[in-house]
């Protein structure tokens, strides 16, 4: 009997277990449900099982949020929302003038589009796009986590003067490896911030200066700040590669990027000053792979993958025309005013396009562009 | 000859059929006049919308209506909707209910001077139109730094100090250069997106293009640098920019300065000059650089510690069209040995800091020197 008791004892014991353990707020990433201060939404960038990356540049913040949109889609429908700009006004009640978009990511699970609107007044919001229809994701009450972005370390040396007169902005975020990568300025340094955060937020995370050789420019320049990067694999390494105002195309060995290095970057291509890079995505075609790139001041640019791969060199001596370019061939497309580009799927993606009759729509690509 | 209907002259009931005819309209008329009447009073006691408010925006509306209480509370986010005079479209936002009074509350404040319909099911509440600001309620323009009026050709950063939160985004189409009173100079400051603002959106840190300042670069080159020595600039901010509440600024603003020589020299803190307080007093430390510093640095890169190496608690405060900051300390100074701490990212107006100048020719080795992190001056309270 008593052996009887001391099972029922041990059993209930486990039970009570179990029952805290599933009690547990966090989740297998350390999230835990609560409404994340957003004061800004810069950048979006999806990890994994639809946790959806947000960088905030006014808190110097980024979030993790759970979307709980991660049932997959293999096939994913078109996305095709016109006057994308009105129908956002409308959604928010109020004038385009009022609006901007900062930031669209694909869901690379169910496809959904994510939009990052910023109001007139700084108010940030996120949208999701299904087909042609726009729904608020609420950020209330959300499974979060967060990570404080680290300034220079002679900051912390505060003396009781008040608030910092220094102000972060995030340029762009990415996820691989593990790893969230973000890319920054400040205004107190002329220079890019290159963090690499391993996912889930620990404490840790890696911060590295990047130098390239801009070509356009004729010196070597460590202080250039990176407008956009993907990350991509050559013969079995990974690699940021990434694109500069003025626009340089540069590969880093991601194996580099640690804590307080100093990495050489190799400039792969110039492609062409008086122009700053937006977006990039690499896509599919058979065995055939591109980088997409969108432009301020140029068309959409298709880079034959393999042409990235075998170009073994880097530019080290100046474009000498002014506007040329050089290193890895590409191609413009007829894809002009391009704001935003984001991956559907392997072979298409999504684009936010100002139409030439003014229209701001997002659709998506065909094949037909690779 | 008299036309006789049913033994009746016609003449006589069309007479009758006037007169009644005209009683009658007079009565619907007052009927109707009256019901308009109570009508109007009704809607004029009840539009039943209260705006609520936050730092002068519309963040939110009280509805109340007796019909809310024909609503089931549950389905009251499908059944009620705000919309834009016109639109279809229902405002994102969220919904909350207290007996006959609903809240309702848009994901972004309402838009000065748009109108909105309150919608119930398919009918047409009411509406409402969020005042425009009134005039006089504008943003201001408090300073810009540098605050000097001679700037070295190399200059690298401008800050606008607004008096509320401005509108991001579109800064370059409201500030200008213009260079001798008469030619507005393209393509001077760096398109940045996002733009250098801080978090409550009333600073904003221009950059002057680097790549036209850096000696050799191509922009250099092709362009020219964005200032020359020995003209005369000004800086003109355009009444047009808007705040985030849509008013514009009180009035334009225009900074005339000289552009000097450039300045590719490191500040050097070995010649600057310190008037060190008296002991016992609360007086400041007085630190003179000999040439103007950037003015977002210089408010977190000095520090003062004491003998034992403790930091000296006190606050900082830049003077002198920053060419000097003062140390004011929270408590007496005590007689002994100081050191006065600089960062070593404390840079000048042109981009050079303590470590490098801003535009070096990475090829000669004799500039590779280790950089610092902070430079020290000691001084004495007597």
Same mark, same amino acid.
């Given at each position: *009997?008593?052996?009887?008791?001391?099972?029922?004892?041990?059993?209930?014991?486990?039970?009570?277990?179990?029952?805290?353990?599933?009690?547990?707020?966090?989740?297998?990433?350390?999230?835990?449900?609560?409404?994340?201060?957003?004061?800004?939404?810069?950048?979006?960038?999806?990890?994994?099982?639809?946790?959806?990356?947000?960088? $905030?540049?006014?808190?110097?913040?980024?979030? @993790?949020?759970?979307?709980?949109?991660?049932?997959?889609?293999?096939?994913?429908?078109?996305?095709?929302?016109?006057?994308?700009?009105?129908?956002?006004?409308?959604?928010?009640?109020?004038?385009?003038?009022?609006?901007?978009?900062?930031?669209?990511?694909?869901?690379?699970?169910?496809?959904?589009?994510?939009?990052?609107?910023?109001?007139?007044?700084?108010?940030?919001? !996120?949208?999701?796009?299904?087909?042609?229809?726009?729904?608020?994701?609420?950020?209330?009450?959300?499974?979060?986590?967060?990570?404080?972005?680290?300034?220079?370390?002679?900051?912390?040396?505060?003396?009781?003067?008040?608030?910092?007169?220094?102000?972060?902005?995030?340029?762009?975020?990415?996820?691989?490896?593990?790893?969230?990568?973000?890319? /920054?300025?400040?205004?107190?340094?002329?220079?890019?911030?290159?963090?690499?955060?391993?996912? =889930?937020?620990?404490?840790?995370? $890696?911060? @590295?200066?990047?130098?390239?050789?801009?070509?356009?420019?004729?010196?070597?320049?460590? *202080?250039?700040?990176?407008?956009?990067?993907?990350?991509?694999?050559?013969?079995?390494?990974?690699? !940021? !590669?990434?694109?500069?105002?003025?626009? =340089?195309?540069? !590969?880093? =060995?991601?194996?580099?990027?640690?804590?307080?290095?100093?990495?050489? /970057?190799?400039?792969?291509?110039?492609?062409?000053?008086?122009?700053?890079?937006?977006?990039?995505?690499?896509?599919?075609?058979?065995?055939?792979?591109?980088?997409? *790139?969108?432009?301020?001041?140029?068309?959409?640019?298709?880079?034959?993958?393999?042409?990235?791969?075998?170009?073994?060199?880097?530019?080290?001596? =100046?474009?000498?025309?002014?506007?040329?370019?050089?290193?890895?061939?590409?191609?413009?497309?007829?894809?002009?005013?391009?704001?935003?580009?984001?991956?559907? $799927? $392997?072979?298409?993606?999504?684009?936010?396009?100002?139409?030439?009759?003014?229209?701001?729509?997002?659709?998506?690509?065909?094949?037909?562009?690779? | 000859?008299?036309?006789?209907?049913?033994?009746?002259?016609?003449?006589?009931?069309?007479?009758?059929?006037?007169?009644?005819?005209?009683?009658?309209?007079?009565?619907?008329?007052?009927?109707?006049?009256?019901?308009?009447?109570?009508?109007?009073?009704?809607?004029?006691?009840?539009?039943?919308? +209260?705006?609520?408010?936050?730092?002068?925006?519309?963040?939110?509306?009280?509805?109340?209506? %007796?019909?809310? +209480?024909?609503?089931?509370?549950?389905?009251?986010?499908?059944?009620?909707?705000?919309?834009?005079?016109?639109?279809?479209?229902?405002?994102?936002?969220?919904?909350?209910?207290?007996?006959?009074?609903?809240?309702?509350?848009?994901?972004?404040?309402?838009?000065?001077?748009?109108?909105?319909d309150v919608w119930l099911r398919n009918q047409?509440?009411?509406?409402?139109?969020?005042?425009?600001?009134?005039?006089?309620?504008?943003?201001?323009?408090?300073?810009?730094y540098p605050s000097q009026d001679s700037l070295?050709?190399?200059?690298?950063?401008?800050?606008?100090?607004?008096?509320? %939160?401005?509108?991001?985004?579109?800064?370059?189409?409201?500030?200008?250069?213009?260079?001798?009173? #008469?030619?507005? &100079?393209?393509?001077?400051?760096?398109?940045?997106?996002?733009?250098?603002?801080?978090?409550?959106?009333?600073?904003?840190?221009?950059?002057?293009?680097?790549?036209?300042? +850096?000696?050799?670069?191509?922009?250099? +080159?092709?362009?020219?640098?964005?200032?020359? #020595?020995?003209?005369?600039?000004?800086?003109?901010?355009?009444?047009?920019? %808007?705040d985030q509440q849509g008013a514009t600024l009180?009035?334009?603003?225009?900074?005339?300065?000289?552009?000097?020589?450039?300045?590719?020299?490191?500040? #050097? %803190?070995?010649?600057?000059?310190?008037?060190?307080?008296?002991?016992?007093?609360?007086?400041?430390?007085?630190?003179?650089?000999?040439?103007?510093?950037?003015?977002?640095?210089?408010?977190?890169?000095?520090?003062?510690?004491?003998?034992?190496?403790?930091?000296?608690?006190?606050?900082?405060?830049?003077?002198?069209?920053?060419?000097?900051?003062?140390?004011?300390?929270?408590? #007496?100074?005590?007689?002994?040995?100081?050191?006065?701490?600089?960062?070593?990212?404390?840079?000048?107006?042109?981009?050079?800091? &303590?470590?490098?100048?801003?535009?070096?020719?990475?090829?000669?080795?004799?500039?590779?020197?280790?950089?610092?992190?902070?430079?020290?001056?000691?001084?004495?309270?007597?």
């Open positions: *009997m008593k052996r009887i008791y001391s099972v029922l004892a041990v059993g209930f014991a486990g039970l009570l277990l179990l029952a805290t353990t599933t009690r547990s707020p966090k989740n297998q990433y350390g999230l835990v449900i609560g409404t994340p201060a957003i004061k800004s939404i810069n950048a979006l960038t999806f990890g994994p099982d639809g946790i959806l990356f947000i960088g $905030d540049g006014k808190s110097a913040t980024v979030f @993790a949020i759970d979307t709980k949109d991660a049932s997959a889609v293999e096939k994913p429908g078109q996305v095709d929302v016109k006057n994308i700009d009105q129908k956002i006004a409308a959604l928010l009640g109020t004038e385009v003038k009022n609006i901007t978009i900062q930031d669209i990511a694909v869901n690379p699970k169910s496809k959904n589009v994510y939009c990052a609107v910023q109001h007139s007044d700084g108010t940030p919001v !996120l949208l999701k796009v299904e087909g042609d229809k726009l729904t608020p994701v609420s950020l209330k009450e959300v499974p979060f986590s967060t990570l404080a972005l680290t300034n220079a370390p002679a900051e912390d040396a505060k003396d009781g003067r008040g608030e910092s007169l220094r102000i972060a902005s995030i340029s762009d975020m990415g996820f691989a490896d593990g790893k969230l990568l973000v890319s /920054g300025l400040s205004n107190q340094e002329f220079g890019s911030t290159f963090r690499s955060i391993p996912f =889930p937020f620990t404490s840790a995370q $890696d911060q @590295a200066s990047l130098e390239i050789y801009h070509a356009a420019h004729g010196r070597y320049e460590t *202080m250039a700040p990176i407008k956009t990067f993907t990350t991509t694999e050559i013969k079995g390494k990974k690699y !940021l !590669l990434a694109s500069y105002t003025c626009t =340089p195309l540069v !590969l880093f =060995p991601l194996d580099e990027l640690k804590a307080g290095s100093h990495v050489k /970057g190799r400039t792969v291509a110039e492609m062409g000053s008086g122009n700053q890079p937006l977006d990039m995505v690499i896509l599919k075609k058979g065995s055939d792979s591109f980088l997409m *790139m969108a432009n301020s001041s140029r068309p959409v640019f298709k880079v034959k993958y393999k042409n990235i791969e075998a170009y073994q060199g880097s530019l080290t001596t =100046p474009v000498e025309e002014n506007f040329a370019t050089a290193g890895v061939d590409f191609v413009s497309l007829p894809l002009t005013n391009v704001i935003q580009l984001d991956k559907l $799927d $392997d072979s298409r993606m999504v684009l936010l396009q100002r139409r030439s009759n003014g229209n701001l729509d997002l659709w998506t690509s065909s094949e037909r562009y690779l | 000859m008299a036309i006789l209907i049913f033994g009746h002259p016609v003449s006589g009931i069309y007479k009758n059929f006037q007169s009644g005819q005209i009683r009658l309209y007079a009565t619907y008329s007052l009927i109707f006049f009256v019901c308009g009447l109570f009508v109007a009073c009704h809607q004029a006691e009840d539009t039943g919308i +209260k705006i609520q408010w936050a730092d002068k925006r519309a963040t939110g509306i009280s509805i109340a209506s %007796p019909l809310l +209480k024909t609503v089931p509370a549950d389905s009251l986010n499908q059944l009620l909707s705000v919309r834009l005079a016109g639109k279809e479209t229902a405002i994102a936002g969220t919904i909350s209910l207290t007996g006959d009074v609903a809240i309702f509350e848009p994901l972004i404040p309402f838009t000065r001077g748009l109108r909105y047409r509440l009411s509406e409402m139109t969020i005042p425009t600001l009134s005039s006089g309620d504008n943003p201001k323009l408090l300073a810009i070295p050709d190399n200059l690298l950063k401008i800050y606008l100090h607004f008096s509320r %939160p401005m509108r991001e985004g579109q800064s370059l189409n409201y500030v200008s250069l213009i260079k001798n009173k #008469a030619d507005t &100079l393209p393509g001077v400051f760096l398109d940045l997106q996002p733009e250098l603002w801080n978090a409550d959106r009333t600073i904003l840190t221009l950059w002057l293009d680097p790549g036209r300042i +850096k000696r050799d670069l191509l922009p250099n +080159k092709r362009l020219g640098a964005p200032l020359q #020595a020995g003209s005369q600039y000004q800086l003109v901010v355009s009444s047009a920019w %808007p009180a009035k334009p603003t225009t900074k005339s300065f000289l552009a000097v020589q450039r300045d590719s020299l490191s500040p #050097a %803190p070995a010649q600057w000059a310190l008037a060190p307080p008296a002991s016992g007093s609360v007086q400041p430390l007085e630190v003179a650089f000999g040439e103007a510093l950037d003015y977002s640095l210089l408010a977190e890169t000095l520090h003062v510690f004491n003998e034992t190496g403790k930091p000296v608690s006190g606050s900082w405060q830049i003077g002198d069209n920053e060419k000097l900051s003062l140390f004011k300390p929270d408590a #007496a100074w005590q007689k002994g040995q100081y050191r006065l701490r600089i960062e070593g990212r404390l840079e000048d107006l042109a981009g050079n800091n &303590l470590n490098r100048p801003f535009d070096r020719d990475i090829t000669r080795k004799e500039l590779q020197k280790k950089s610092r992190s902070f430079v020290e001056l000691a001084f004495s309270v007597y």
